[in-house]
């Protein structure tokens, strides 16, 4: 007996839930708290540095904040809560109402009963000249016209019609609802099993390893109950969170391609890419490829993105030119040279010696003169250098070379030397992501796409007729309903008894 | 030719336009509705022709972008955008009572642009905005912020058609005293410093929102605080617009401007939140007019629409249409946006103030369709819920980039 009892208390506390959870007043109610407190997160800067806090607010105000999780507003836990609600919320008043709805959707054609015809919100009454399987031809091709789809069933003396179409329209906000259940459930797994980090990597480098963001959930709470292993390196000597990717990653080079002003560029980056190499566990080359923002690199689910560049402060590059005969169309012949020091170069028999360089050089509009620039953070936004040709040991020339220039550099004997690199003293900053629940988002996505139009744009319309054979001609009784959109269904139903009494 | 004279054009016939529906509401001529619904579509076939010859002009100076990338070029399209679905409302209810609120909003958006000062050039992108997803997010995002402009405007006439009457003068005395209230507060708290202004301008929409949560709540029963509600909404819209016009006239005139400076630090220095007294006092005197006016004149605009605009259950249905179009674009304006961060980034979403808002609307709008699915409701409450939604489309829209600050850095001023 006691056993039983208790079941019913279960029982009606849980039907008490269940009943909670499927109101949709709740829904509009949990909408309402969702897209309130959304405000604040977007007024008050997140994830800001503390003094940046402290610059902005007193520090009560701070420690108000700080207790409130106003600061990473939308990860606190009370946050989750509210979307944790709504999603009980979703996920049950879908279940309480999809299986009617499937029910409805499947239920076969049945003729109109004597009081359904009486209660159909639009009605009309034609009279056809002939008989009634005149009237009854007439119907069909109507309804045909619409693409309904119909049922013909003959009794006493009368003839009915029941016909439907738009009957998937139903599915259009389950479809919806899912969507968004599977974009949270794909959000879930990408931070339970998924990663964020970066990577700063300097040309001609390799790392086994990228520095961590948001480590991957799972591992944590794994690591905290001491079952498993955590596959996160905490390395006090870094200070940063980092993970084995499991193959090894090379930057083989990075540029920087700058909006052009009258052939001298501005400074303003239009495109940067990076050569990145990946190397399996026996340092294979696997593959390569140059990555620039908008396209990204993915190798064994870890995707590189694009993301920034900078100079390695007092890093000293090596300088790549490339030296060719005038005359000839060949690709000429490429030297590597450190600054400050000179090499010879065996197709002209000549030397080239490095006497100055620049990360920003630019031709003076009037005199034409190349001038040396420091840029900021010494940004290598069109690198310079300074030579002295020499034959043996006899200086030639000296002249002025720059990667992009607006005239031709002065070269008076028989050759061109032009800069193709500086090379070895940027770093290309990568964004690295693995999440494995991204699929189920962007299948999620496409969801939500199609949902909402079906939903809106279909609906399920009915029409039954009723034929009933007179004097030399049949009185039809047209009557019709739907679910939605019931204007555009009016003018529908008008137009297919306009197109039964023609 | 170029595209900037052909654009100038189009401004003109969106004036021409505007005063035409206006003529035709006040002199009930058949003939000047088809000027006024032909010299819109030459405006349209003129601002089209325009945005494909600036989209052609940027190729020839080797920059090769869509014209949709900063606040000039969104401004004209979400111009474009109105003024097409409007046609296509005209066409579809065969009515054209509509144009006389629609093309106001389409000349009034092109003219800000001159106004303010919005630079035309045509700038190179950044990196992370080339790529083939702008030009899905930005044009389907705006054409769904064009269907919610129309359903806006749709659900004030319908809540102005809606009031039996205006209710007793001490309703406007309750708005005025609430005018005359704010006032100073407003001042003093300018006067406190920046934070304290985001704070009041802050509490201002959230006292909005309170009062608006209440009418719903109500179910919009009492007509009069419906009206007076209404009478609020446009006297501050009305308001703050030609404000911030002002002000930006007035900064670019006496160029206080400081490199470095946003106009979001500026804004209503030159009027509510002037240092001079004298300033303040005329701007919310002018505000106190205007709200009498509005809400004194309402009801004589009312019968005057009455004759014209359509029955209110196709109103109500033609809301409806415009949000149940919106609401899947933007949804797909969303959904574009984080398909497009997650290839240049690596994260669908960040929570970034913009994207926040644009999920705020999002909410706003689902609640009003579930209002409408589920709980049945219609006509005044629905179109009140219309009218917050289009609130949160524009805060989304000019807002965020105005006052707040995040990834979509287009929508700068300066």
Request: aromatic share 14%.
């Amino acid at each position: 007996m006691e056993n039983q009892n208790q079941q019913g208390v279960v029982e009606i506390v849980s039907e008490k839930i269940w009943k909670f959870f499927s109101s949709v007043k709740l829904a509009v109610v949990l909408l309402i708290i969702l897209a309130v407190v959304s405000v604040i997160g977007t007024v008050i800067q997140q994830n800001q540095a503390p003094e940046d806090y402290l610059r902005e607010y007193s520090p009560a105000t701070v420690q108000l904040f700080e207790t409130l999780g106003f600061f990473d507003l939308y990860h606190t836990w009370w946050f989750v809560l509210i979307l944790l609600l709504f999603t009980a919320n979703l996920t049950i008043c879908t279940l309480e109402r999809f299986p009617t709805a499937w029910k409805v959707m499947r239920a076969p054609l049945k003729p109109l009963e004597e009081a359904g015809y009486k209660a159909a919100p639009f009605k009309q009454e034609i009279s056809i000249k002939g008989g009634a399987e005149k009237a009854e031809a007439a119907v069909l091709k109507a309804l045909q016209g619409k693409r309904y789809s119909s049922l013909v069933a003959k009794e006493q003396g009368a003839t009915h019609l029941a016909s439907q179409k738009g009957a998937y329209s139903r599915m259009g906000v389950y479809i919806t609802h899912v969507s968004i259940l599977m974009i949270f459930i794909g959000a879930l797994i990408g931070s339970f099993f998924g990663f964020k980090g970066f990577l700063n990597l300097p040309e001609n480098q390799v790392t086994s390893v990228v520095y961590l963001r948001n480590e991957p959930l799972w591992d944590k709470i794994m690591a905290g109950f001491g079952i498993g292993n955590s596959s996160v390196i905490y390395d006090p000597q870094v200070g940063v969170p980092s993970m084995p990717l499991g193959f090894y990653l090379r930057c083989d080079d990075f540029e920087v391609d700058y909006y052009q002003n009258a052939g001298r560029p501005t400074g303003m980056p239009s495109e940067y890419w990076s050569k990145l190499s990946v190397f399996d566990q026996q340092q294979q080359k696997v593959l390569d490829k140059r990555i620039r923002v908008n396209d990204p690199l993915t190798f064994h689910g870890i995707t590189f993105y694009q993301s920034s560049y900078g100079t390695i402060p007092n890093a000293v590059g090596k300088i790549i030119l490339n030296v060719r005969l005038k005359q000839s169309q060949g690709p000429g012949e490429t030297v590597v040279v450190d600054p400050g020091s000179s090499v010879y170069v065996k197709s002209i028999d000549r030397t080239i010696r490095v006497t100055g360089f620049a990360p920003f050089g630019m031709r003076d509009q009037r005199t034409g003169m190349v001038q040396f620039y420091q840029s900021q953070n010494e940004e290598l936004i069109n690198p310079t250098v300074d030579l002295e040709i020499l034959r043996g040991k006899t200086p030639v020339f000296r002249t002025q070379v720059m990667k992009v220039d607006s005239a031709e550099p002065m070269m008076p004997e028989n050759y061109i030397i032009s800069f193709v690199d500086y090379w070895g003293a940027r770093y290309t900053g990568l964004q690295v992501t693995k999440d494995p629940g991204v699929w189920i988002v962007y299948t999620g996505f496409i969801l939500l796409c199609v949902g909402p139009v079906i939903a809106f744009f279909g609906s399920h319309r009915k029409v039954w007729v009723r034929i009933q054979e007179g004097k030399g001609q049949a009185a039809v009784l047209v009557v019709g309903s739907s679910n939605r959109n019931r204007l555009a269904f009016e003018r529908e139903f008008n137009s297919i008894a306009e197109e039964i009494a023609r | 030719m170029e595209s900037s004279q052909l654009f100038t054009f189009a401004t003109v016939a969106y004036l021409a336009a505007m005063v035409a529906y206006i003529s035709y509401l006040a002199f009930r001529s058949e003939g000047i509705g088809k000027a006024a619904s032909f010299i819109t579509y030459a405006g349209l076939a003129l601002q089209t022709v325009a945005l494909a010859m600036r989209w052609i002009e940027s190729y020839q100076m080797g920059i090769g972008r869509v014209p949709l990338s900063n606040l000039y070029e969104s401004l004209v399209f979400f111009t474009w955008s109105t003024v097409l679905i409007y046609i296509i409302v005209e066409w579809k209810y065969k009515t054209r009572a509509f144009g006389a609120f629609v093309l106001p909003v389409a000349f009034l958006s092109l003219a800000f642009i001159n106004f303010a000062g919005i630079s035309t050039d045509i700038s190179p992108l950044v990196p992370a905005l080339k790529s083939n997803w702008l030009f899905y997010h930005v044009l389907i995002s705006f054409l769904g912020y064009a269907a919610f402009g129309v359903a806006f405007a749709v659900s004030m006439i319908f809540l102005l058609i809606d009031m039996e009457d205006r209710g007793p003068v001490r309703n406007a005395g309750f708005g005025l005293a609430a005018i005359a209230v704010l006032a100073p507060i407003g001042y003093a708290m300018a006067s406190a410093g920046e934070r304290m202004k985001m704070v009041f301008w802050m509490g201002l929409g959230v006292l909005i929102l309170v009062w608006f949560l209440y009418l719903v709540m109500r179910g919009a029963q009492n007509k009069p605080q419906v009206y007076l509600f209404w009478a609020f909404c446009v006297t501050l819209a009305v308001g703050l617009m030609v404000a911030m016009g002002i002000d930006i006239v007035y900064l670019n005139l006496t160029h206080s401007l400081q490199p470095g400076d946003s106009m979001k630090q500026h804004l209503f220095e030159s009027s509510f939140l002037s240092k001079s007294v004298f300033n303040v006092l005329v701007s919310w005197a002018l505000i106190v007019g205007l709200f009498w006016l509005v809400w004194a004149k309402g009801m004589a605009l009312k019968k005057l629409l009455a004759q014209y605009v359509p029955k209110q259950e196709i109103m109500d249905d033609v809301t409806y249409r415009m949000i149940a179009i919106g609401w899947p674009l933007l949804t797909g304006g969303i959904i574009t946006g984080a398909v497009w961060a997650n290839s240049a980034w690596g994260t669908y979403w960040s929570w970034d103030p913009k994207e926040t808002w644009s999920l705020i609307t999002w909410f706003v709008y689902a609640i009003y369709l579930h209002a409408r699915y589920v709980r049945g409701w219609k006509g005044t409450q629905m179109a009140v819920i219309s009218a917050v939604g289009f609130l949160a489309v524009i805060f989304t829209y000019l807002g965020v980039n105005l006052v707040l600050s995040g990834l979509h850095s287009y929508g700068g001023m300066n």
